[in-house]
């Protein structure tokens, strides 16, 4: 494997999608070949995947909620992620284990060890390079998702307490494994949380600028 695999986490609202947008299209720029993907999905099956397990009218418990999204994230691997860096790609994804750590373990309850052998097992222990976490209060988040007028999926209806649970999560991996992560305020202008994220990818990482 000779690519680069950079993952976004955060709670919802706090502008992953808009910064995986922005440094993988810098990264184009200067001419690297970057597939851009999302959790879930990023494959057939998981894009099918992905409809079922986000309708807010469905019903799952919460086991099987994290089978699927393990289901999901398998059928991302081996079709999308795994292909591109065998190829020397940048692979730049929009969530990946580490929000089910955050989601299923710690918002819904389940125990960490099973989330994590879990997902292991479905992605053949493969670990980003870099994890981005986006850091935002929850109530800002919360209001940014509101701003956003958007169709309401069943992980951001959860109830009130799970999204601080969720970020908490997060908080915690990056404590437990600084050296993949990096951990940025969402607080700060979109332009500025780029700049620091290509700064840390030329400096630790050797990605040309």
Do not use: C, W
């Not at 810098?26 to 986000?54: K, M």
């Not at 929850?138 to 970020?167: C, K, L, N, T, Y």
């Amino acid at each position: 494997m000779t690519g680069l695999f950079v993952v976004f986490e955060g709670a919802d609202g706090t502008g992953k999608s808009t910064q995986v947008a922005a440094v993988a299209n810098a990264l184009r720029e200067i001419g690297h070949d970057v597939v851009v993907t999302r959790e879930p999905g990023g494959s057939d099956v998981a894009e099918t995947l992905r409809a079922l397990v986000l309708d807010p009218a469905t019903h799952i418990d919460d086991m099987t909620e994290t089978l699927i999204f393990a289901a999901a994230r398998a059928d991302h691997v081996a079709k999308t992620i795994l292909p591109a860096l065998n190829a020397g790609k940048v692979v730049v994804s929009d969530r990946f284990v580490g929000s089910s750590i955050a989601y299923q373990s710690a918002g819904r309850g389940l125990r960490q060890d099973a989330v994590i052998e879990i997902n292991d097992y479905a992605t053949g222990g493969l670990h980003p390079d870099l994890t981005v976490v986006l850091d935002l209060d929850a109530s800002v988040a919360g209001a940014r998702r509101d701003d956003r007028g958007e169709m309401i999926d069943r992980m951001e209806s959860a109830p009130d307490g799970f999204q601080d649970a969720v970020r908490a999560s997060f908080l915690t991996q990056v404590e437990a494994a600084p050296d993949r992560h990096l951990l940025i305020p969402a607080a700060q202008a979109p332009k500025t949380i780029t700049a620091q994220i290509l700064t840390h990818l030329e400096t630790n990482y050797g990605v040309k600028l």
